[in-house]
Every structure is written in structure tokens, then in C-alpha cells.
């Protein structure tokens, strides 16, 4: 008998004979989504580089999100970028940023539709740039809560005769500002 099934029985036998609680071992809730709610600096440092790569100059969130990876632009980017805005809730991840002067730069939603899932309480963004060729990438967002981080995990997808192959392009941290 699946575990799904056992647990429909066990409910449907505590409610027929009144008993109102089920043993704490019997109940299976999913785990909650990880939260990343927050503000975030935009300026990063890098946890892990693949062997053979140069460490970006440049550690910037909003260029990162943005698929922005030429070293100028990703400057620009933070140079411009005072604090990024975070909101996440089961069905999206909406990100803010804000300049200097505190005015909203960009404002993307990413949704089921658009590339946003969450797998084993991290939170996974599919994104395709805008540009010719048909390399994806893959960003995967996690808390590092013990040091009030964000990690950001950048993997590229390119696509191959044999199927798609993963490339690490590094994990990046980003504090949290509130």
C-alpha cells in the first residue's frame, strides 16, 4: 500500500472513531519553499570558480540575473545599482532594483511560465538571453542563512548532439542588507 494511501486510511480511521490527531511520524508535510525575501547588496564575492577560469572582476547580482557577463557592463551595472529588492512566494520571484538615487531600474517577475521553479528548497531560474545562438543558463538561488547570504549558483546549458551539457560558470554570495 503506497504512503499516500496509508495516510488517507489512517485519516479517515481517526475521524470515523473521533480521534482528532494523527502521530506526528504519520504526517508527511512537503517541505516549505525556501524564502529569499529580502535586500540585497548588489556587489557579490565568489565562492567557487571552475578550475581554469578567471574570477570576474566585476561581482555585480544585477548583472548576473540580467545574463549581462562582458566585465564593462556588469560595472556599469553595479556602478549604477544601490540595492536589489527581492520577493519570492510559491508562484513567483519578483526582483527590484533600484539606483543610487533609489529609483526602480528594473523590475522583473519570473513564474512557472517564464522559468521559475523551486527544487529541494532552492529556487531554480531557466533563462534564455536575448541574443543569437541557443545557450541557456541556469540560475539557482539559495540562502545561506547561518551568514545572511544569498548564493547564487551559475550553470550555462548548451545544447549538444547528445543532449544538453551543464557548465558551471561559479557560485557567487551576496549579503543581505536588511
Same mark, same amino acid.
Given at each position: ?12 480511521? @481517526? ?10 511520524? /504519520? ?14 547588496? =548588489? ?6 570558480? +571552475? ?8 561581482? @555585480? ?18 556602478? %549604477?545599482? %544601490? ?17 543610487? =538615487? ?9 513564474? *512557472?511560465? @517564464?522559468?521559475?521553479?523551486?527544487? =529541494?528548497? %532552492?529556487? /531554480?531560474?531557466?533563462?534564455? +538571453?536575448? $541574443? ?15 551568514? %545572511? ?8 546549458? $548548451?545544447?549538444?548532439?547528445?543532449? +544538453?551539457?551543464?557548465? @558551471? ?6 549579503? *543581505?542588507? =536588511?
Amino acid at each position: 500500500m503506497s504512503m499516500h494511501r496509508r495516510l488517507l486510511l489512517c485519516a479517515l480511521v @481517526s475521524v470515523f472513531f473521533g480521534a482528532h490527531r494523527l502521530p506526528a511520524a /504519520q504526517v508527511a508535510l512537503p517541505p516549505a519553499p525556501p524564502d529569499l525575501t529580502g535586500v540585497y547588496d =548588489d556587489a557579490g564575492t565568489a565562492a567557487s570558480i +571552475p578550475e581554469g577560469q578567471p574570477t570576474p572582476a566585476v561581482i @555585480s547580482l544585477h548583472a548576473l540575473l540580467s545574463l549581462e557577463f562582458n566585465p564593462g557592463m556588469a560595472r556599469l551595472l553595479q556602478e %549604477r545599482t %544601490r540595492e536589489i529588492r527581492i520577493t519570492h512566494d510559491e508562484k513567483a520571484l519578483s526582483v527590484e532594483f533600484l539606483d543610487r =538615487d533609489g529609483e526602480k531600474i528594473w523590475n522583473p517577475v519570473w513564474t *512557472r511560465e @517564464s522559468g521559475y521553479s523551486v527544487r =529541494d528548497r %532552492r529556487v /531554480q531560474l531557466h533563462l534564455k +538571453p536575448g $541574443k543569437f545562438g541557443n545557450d541557456e543558463y541556469v540560475l539557482v538561488l539559495e540562502n545561506v542563512t547561518t551568514h %545572511r547570504l544569498l548564493q547564487v549558483n551559475v550553470q550555462k546549458l $548548451k545544447p549538444t548532439f547528445f543532449g +544538453p551539457v551543464f557548465q @558551471s560558470m561559479g557560485t557567487f554570495l551576496f549579503p *543581505r542588507l =536588511d
